[in-house]
């Protein structure tokens, strides 16, 4: 006789846990999970405030909506993840590449952890002796290993991620905040938003699919705002769910011509007189904005950037230009975001740099109710900590940051280039976004790859989801002599490993303090480790000190809880509280308490939120109490005279007026502008490789993956997600493509073959994949799990810092074999 659910149910515990995947949600979102024998048996969201309320407005003061009294309740993937850590490609042991067989075969055999590491170490110690320090690389920006490296003499690490890097690069550039300390710049909370703004207007995001906070919850603020009667404006070149479900009004818009629309909004701001010349005065550097509004006005090169201009380049009426120029300078403050995907391709430092010149023209920075100038946020500085590893001072070895992280594949293939005499090593270090001392450069020898997970394990398929050809990647793998990866599911990339390391789960597996961010949902939650880790899954910070010692490296240094590998759980657990302690220290300055970490543990929580007197906005030393911006002039400078300086390109790393490290900045900027310029954009609608090309391709994020996770998920594929390409009815016509024919998406760098969505909610022109696609390259190298991975990279002149999540493609009906 089966059991009934009530059965099933007998017994099993709740528990509270944070969700930790790698989306903009990251650490927001609240599971109760029902734990029976170990195993996780089913989930429910959040329910700590307002429990049993479905709509929980109906309940809430406008109080408690400020102050985000609310549930953090988690999207689809959130409550489908339990399941992922049972999954049969879970990664349970160590595994080495079977005998005999080449790397992307795919075949494995179990081995134990001590092979594994003293392999890994010896590797490692081999490439160093043989080759130099040079020769062992992480791709990806990995801070771990970046100290890892420091503390062994050796090793060299990418630069830069692929999220907003454009946004870190201009907020430094524009007002002298360090790209990677967000607390120094970032608005935009929710709550301010719904409480402040006149209206809001969603420029290449929707809340309904892409977090900021946790799962849609933004989403359901934008929804409350207008239906207090606020307008909602989406600018995307899809009929996206958010301009569907929360718009009054969709702006279709060319991707890649953003700020030809901010400069026109300009133009009209200094024609009608709406801009807020008290703001500009008082913050904004003379000399600098001179040369903005001579560009903006065509004062100097005669081509007015009007709206009429505009119209020709983004493909958005004049008129409506014009009226949401009007609309954003009257109806005070507009809640204007620009948001991460429209500098996610070439040129976006660009579109960073003249959004926040037209924020400023607005006088919006800083002001309640009025958006972000860079990115997102908020990101309060409440001081929990660096998970407390790797955190042991100065090291003599600097370690070099030598490549574009998403760019590591080129600086492996051009380095035969160089060799060669094809060519030249300033040519090479611009192409790939070199960021340290060029003597290095005759020494850069790469062999041993250390992919090592970087901190969020489950969510790195990297073949899979940089902002990079996938081939170009598998061909630079294919070049290695050893490379080791660390997962808890097997993915793209490990096929090509010689070592794979099973990780961990961190959100259900691990302690750990958790700190959200985004969206102004800030909280400071516990993973209780809902259930023991399984087979031999390690946790990441415990493989990184099992290498650091096996490398001769002082473990007190690399981790200063480490007593013995016996108390390893106790000692991490120590660390844990040590951070919350920071965070209790920190609220009790302030005169408040919060949970003790017994009951903290427990699932009682800290609502950061709760402790303010009002939402969070950005710039309130500089705007609010009159501190100076931390650029040369001490105010927002439009123009960059560092930019401006040629004798500064191409020497190695950058640092401002103040020796502050230009994080985002490579040595040669390419042909990126002191001020910015409006140009046809490199692999974009206007260039000339759409007579090849003649389709731009978009990578937005899906409802059901974070980048490739969750690809294998039972429950989040085949009917409720297909991953096909969109593209409008028109160029499928054109192409002789009906919905869901099979097609295959083309260009120099790649073939996918996926379905086909025919539909009329993309421009004409674009067509859109889901990222998350998962790389699975057949003999002839297409790729039948249609990342547009495979399709990316190329693009070579323009500075570095922007990801380039775009490219241009053709398409064309698929007649072969479907794997
Ligand atoms: S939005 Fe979804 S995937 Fe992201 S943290 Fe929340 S539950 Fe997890």
Known sequence: MSLGIRDKHQ????????????????????????????????????????????????????????????QRRPCVMGMAFHKYIYHPD??????????????????????????????????????????????????????????????????????????YDAQRLMAHVVAGAKGFVMSEYYSGSAADMLANAKNIVLWGWDPTVAHQGPAHQFAWFVKLARERGKKVIVIDPRFSCAARTLADQWIPIKPGTDHSMYMAMAHVLFQEHLWDKEFVAKFVE???????????????????????WAEVRCAVP??????????????????????????????????????????????????????PAFGTGPWRPIPIGSRGLMSGGEHEYKVPQLYRSHDWAEAVLLLDKVRSGELSGKEYMRTVGWKADPSILKDFNPKVLFWGGHAKPHATDHVSINCSSSNRQVEAMKKMEFIFTMHSIHNSTNLYADIILPARDWM?????????????????????????????????????????????????????????????????????KDMYQRAVVYY???????????????????????????????????????????????????????????????????????????????????????LPTYRAIPRGMDDELTRKYPLFLLTSHSRYRVHSLFWEHAWLRDHVYQHRVW???????????????????????????????????????TVLMHSGGKVIHDQSGIDFGASPSTLLGGETKSCKASARATSLVEIERYEGDVK
């Open 11 to 70: 017994g099993a515990k709740a528990v509270y846990t944070t969700c930790r995947c790698n989306c903009g949600g990251n650490e927001s979102c609240v599971l109760k999970a029902w734990v029976k024998d170990d195993k996780v048996i089913a989930v429910e969201p959040d329910d700590r405030y307002n429990r049993n309320v479905g709509r929980e407005d109906s309940v809430m003061s406008e109080q408690d909506l400020i102050k985000n009294r609310l």
């Open 318 to 371: 004049a008129e409506t230009i014009r009226e949401l120029a009007r609309l954003v300078g009257t109806e005070r403050p507009s809640w204007l975001w620009s948001h991460w995907s429209v500098a996610r391709k070439s040129d976006g430092e660009h579109m960073s740099g003249a959004f926040a010149a037209l924020q400023a023209m607005l006088g919006y920075w800083g002001t309640p109710g009025a958006g």
């Open 90 to 163: 879970r990664i349970l042991y160590p595994l080495k590449r079977a005998p005999g067989t080449e790397r992307g075969e795919g075949k494995f055999v179990r081995i134990s952890w001590d092979e594994a590491l003293d392999t890994i170490a010896s590797e490692m110690n081999r490439a160093r002796k043989e080759y130099g320090p040079y020769s062992i690389l992480t791709p990806y920006i990995n801070e771990t290993a970046d100290f890892l490296f420091s503390c062994w003499g050796a090793g060299v690490v990418g630069w830069g991620q692929c999220s």
């Open 508 to 576: 259900w597996e691990e302690k750990g303090v958790t700190k959200s961010q985004y969206g102004g949902f800030e909280s400071i939650n516990y993973c209780p480790e809902v259930v023991p880790p399984p087979g031999e899954t390690k946790a990441w910070a415990w493989v990184y000190i099992k290498i650091g010692q096996r490398l001769g490296i002082d473990t007190k240094k690399l981790f200063s809880y480490y007593s013995t590998d016996e108390n390893w759980e106790k000692d991490w657990e120590r660390c844990q």
């Open 588 to 674: 009790l300055k302030q005169g408040v308490t919060v949970p003790p970490w017994e009951e903290f543990i427990q699932g009682k929580f800290i609502n950061c939120d709760e402790h303010e007197e009002k939402p969070h906005t950005g710039w309130d030393a500089q705007i609010k109490e009159g501190k100076p911006f931390r650029t040369e002039s001490k105010k927002i400078e439009i123009y960059s005279n560092y930019i401006a300086d040629e004798n500064k390109r191409g020497k190695g790393e950058h640092y401002d007026w103040s020796g502050r490290l230009y994080d985002n900045l490579p040595a040669d900027w390419g042909d990126m502008t002191p």
């Open 727 to 765: 593209i409008n009815a028109a160029d499928a016509k054109a192409r002789g493509i009906k919905n869901n024919d099979m097609i295959m998406v083309f260009n120099e760098q790649g073939k996918v073959v996926m379905p086909a969505y025919v539909t009329r909610r993309m421009m004409p022109g």
């Open 286 to 308: 003379p000399i600098g904005f001179e040369k903005w509004r001579s560009y903006v006005l065509g004062i100097e090169d005669g081509v007015k950037k009007d709206p009429e």
